[in-house]
């Protein structure tokens, strides 16, 4: 079973940046970043796929975010440039894709503990 653990959020002034990383143990076909803010859905940032599969972005992330993976430490990074006030909430790594939409929180089997990110304007 994959294990998912989160770092490095925390506040930023907007136009800033923050990076996440996400560790994993085992096997993931797919990692990927989600993000929620209260009374909003969860909402497809990024995701990559395992040894050079291929990324992908969600609108709100595309041209400002950048999902990489680290093989040999099992990490999955996303690096938030430019961030926005919009970009403010809980960010959820996710793994084991199970087949559909990577950036839909519903075809993800894995979750990590989520990491906050407050950005100010």
């Known amino acids: 079973q994959v294990r998912l653990a989160e770092t490095g959020g925390g506040s930023a002034q907007a136009g800033g940046s923050l990076r996440l990383s996400c560790s994993y143990s085992?096997?993931?076909?797919?990692v990927a970043w989600f993000r929620q803010s209260p009374g909003k859905e969860r909402e497809g940032v990024a995701a990559?796929?395992?040894?050079?599969?291929?990324?992908y972005y969600g609108t709100s992330a595309a041209g400002r975010f950048t999902i990489a993976e680290d093989n040999a430490r099992k990490t999955v990074y996303l690096q938030m440039n430019r961030l926005k006030p919009e970009d403010t909430g809980t960010y959820f790594c996710?793994?084991?894709?199970?087949?559909?939409?990577?950036?839909?929180?519903?075809?993800?089997?894995?979750w990590g503990q989520g990491t906050q990110v407050t950005v100010s304007s």
């Open positions: 996710a793994a084991e894709f199970v087949g559909g939409n990577l950036l839909s929180a519903t075809d993800f089997r894995t």
């Open positions: 990559i796929g395992s040894g050079g599969g291929g990324t």
């Open positions: 085992g096997y993931a076909n797919y």
